[in-house]
């Protein structure tokens, strides 16, 4: 220019590229990364799709019979429902927000029909079929039914009962009255009573007709025969409600010393056993005692009293010799006033006699005792404590723990307490037995506990969360390993052109030119030479800008 100041070549401002401008300039290999990372993007965005929309499984049905499963597999398929198979193909799983709406449906086409069959049975009678048959189809379904009720029981597991229906004829003499025996199979631990029992041999017997109650046999799935005549188990030892007292005795009695001495000695630091030793004999006596009155004071009641009076005498008999004279009355008696001979008087009567008798009986009350003693069963004879009781756990200044056995007066003192909270009583033979041992805990029992990767609930959270973090894990790959690297490339800026940077040059002295961002060391050392040969040669720089700005080739 004719100033002598000359400008630098400047680069043209150009506005970002478009999208498709920068992939078109990617390179061969980078445009095949994008697709494949954009291609395995999209698949793992519709495989978290596809997972979600299925939800959570929950039970159809459990133990089912493999006739009953297939039944259910069969409609399940019919009706374009997705289902699952778990413990072994125990279990039907079907999704959670179906599992109401598939029962109801499978109900109406009378799924799952079970094991046994009942009163169902006789819907299906075909034509043309015998009298036999029907009989049999009327007795299958009356011991299905029967089965049903007794399984419904808390301690029944499953029942199988067989009845023995013989065919009437019209001779009265000659008909044969039913029978029925009854298998049981109970869960483990449980007992029938005998109540229960009872229970049972009456519904059979009440459901068939002319059934007595002694002809149904009810066996266990050991083969004991459990109903029966009272007289046949009284000697088979407790029954089980007299066991279950038994339990709940000895089960008070050991809450009672666990609830005293826990605070005590810590809740893990104890164990107790109690025995009790019940007598459940039965005994009645009578005896009366009679106490007669005692003492002249003595209060008396008479009962009855009697008095007999009786009197008699004889008349007096004639006597003297026959004749007028003994048979005229006799002359009063005349003293003589004279000494002078007294006549011979008449003949006079005998003497006449009497006797007399009196009886008196009097019958007091006599007092009278009646006792009538009966012994209370179920009363307790004796009773036997066993206690154990761990050291005593003691922390030094230093923070270090040692088990210390506990001193004689402190075993006095929880021996008073076991004593007085089962109500102790020497001459009844009751005892009791507390000692001081430390506790061991086995390594094998530590062994067995599972950690807390291995329990079930961890288990199923980690089966339910694996899918999604999969998928998580490949996007991630997928974005950084693939699409990462195509996009920086697409979003790099390009490079500037050669002397694109130059600074504004005059003759005398170098204008810097308007600050800028860093450029690359490269660009950088360019800029460097520029400058420099500006300095060194400012003729020629200034012919080489003029040049740049006329459009000319450069003058040297």
Same mark, same amino acid.
């Given at each position: ?277 019940? =007598? ?149 033979? =009751? ?10 805990? =086995? ?114």
């Amino acid at each position: 220019m004719d100033n002598g100041i000359a400008l630098k070549n400047p680069t043209a401002v150009v506005g970002a590229d478009s999208f498709g401008a920068r992939m078109a300039a990617l390179p061969a290999k980078a445009k095949l990364t994008f697709g494949l990372g954009v291609a395995a993007l999209a698949g793992v965005v519709v495989a978290m799709t596809m997972w979600s929309s299925q939800g959570d499984y929950k039970v159809l049905y459990a133990n089912l019979s493999d006739k009953d499963g297939g039944a259910i597999i069969a409609q399940l398929s019919q009706m374009n429902v997705p289902y699952k198979h778990a413990d072994g193909g125990a279990a039907i799983l079907v999704p959670a927000a179906k599992v109401h709406d598939v029962r109801l449906k499978l109900a109406s086409a009378g799924l799952p029909k079970g094991s046994v069959v009942g009163f169902e049975l006789m819907d299906g009678a075909r034509f043309g079929q015998t009298q036999f048959q029907e009989r049999l189809t009327f007795q299958r379904g009356l011991e299905g039914e029967l089965t049903r009720s007794i399984t419904a029981l808390a301690a029944v597991q499953s029942a199988r009962v067989h009845l023995a229906l013989p065919n009437q004829n019209g001779f009265f003499r000659e008909q044969q009255k039913p029978s029925a025996s009854v298998l049981l199979t109970l869960h483990p631990g449980r007992t029938l009573e005998r109540a229960q029992i009872a229970g049972i041999v009456h519904l059979v017997s009440s459901s068939v007709p002319e059934m007595n109650p002694k002809a149904v046999s009810v066996l266990d799935q050991t083969g004991a025969l459990l109903s029966g005549p009272a007289e046949a188990n009284a000697g088979a030892g407790l029954d089980a409600q007299q066991l279950q007292y038994v339990n709940q005795i000895e089960s008070g009695y050991s809450k009672r010393i666990f609830d005293l001495l826990e605070p005590v000695v810590g809740r893990e630091n104890l164990r107790a056993t109690v025995t009790a030793d019940v =007598d459940f004999s039965q005994s009645e006596a009578t005896s009366e005692e009679f106490k007669p009155n005692q003492g002249a004071n003595a209060s008396t009641t008479i009962r009855s009293q009697q008095t007999t009076e009786q009197s008699g005498g004889t008349p007096a008999q004639p006597s003297g010799i026959p004749g007028a004279a003994s048979n005229q009355p006799p002359v009063p008696a005349t003293a003589p006033l004279t000494g002078a001979a007294q006549p011979l008087h008449a003949a006079q009567g005998g003497a006449a006699t009497g006797n007399s008798r009196r009886d008196a009986v009097t019958n007091y009350e006599v007092d009278k005792t009646v006792r009538v003693t009966r012994n209370a069963t179920g009363t307790v004879k004796r009773l036997n404590a066993a206690v154990v009781v761990n050291n005593r756990s003691v922390t030094d200044a230093k923070g270090k723990t040692t088990q210390v056995p506990l001193t004689a007066d402190e075993m006095g003192k929880l021996t008073a307490l076991v004593q007085e909270s089962i109500g102790f009583n020497k001459e009844r033979g =009751d005892s009791v037995k507390v000692i001081n041992a430390p506790f061991k805990v =086995d390594p094998a029992a530590r062994g067995n506990e599972l950690p807390w990767w291995k329990q079930p609930e961890v288990v199923d959270m980690l089966r339910a969360a694996a899918v999604p973090a999969g998928l998580a894990l490949v996007a991630l790959i997928v974005f950084f390993g693939l699409l990462r690297p195509a996009l920086k490339a697409m979003l790099a800026k390009p490079a500037p052109a050669p002397g694109a940077n130059l600074d504004v040059v005059s003759d005398d002295e170098i204008v810097p030119a308007a600050p800028r961002m860093l450029e690359p060391p490269k660009v950088t050392e360019q800029l460097a030479g520029a400058r420099m040969l500006a300095k060194e040669n400012p003729a020629a720089v200034a012919s080489i800008v003029r040049g740049w700005v006329s459009g000319e080739g450069a003058t040297t």
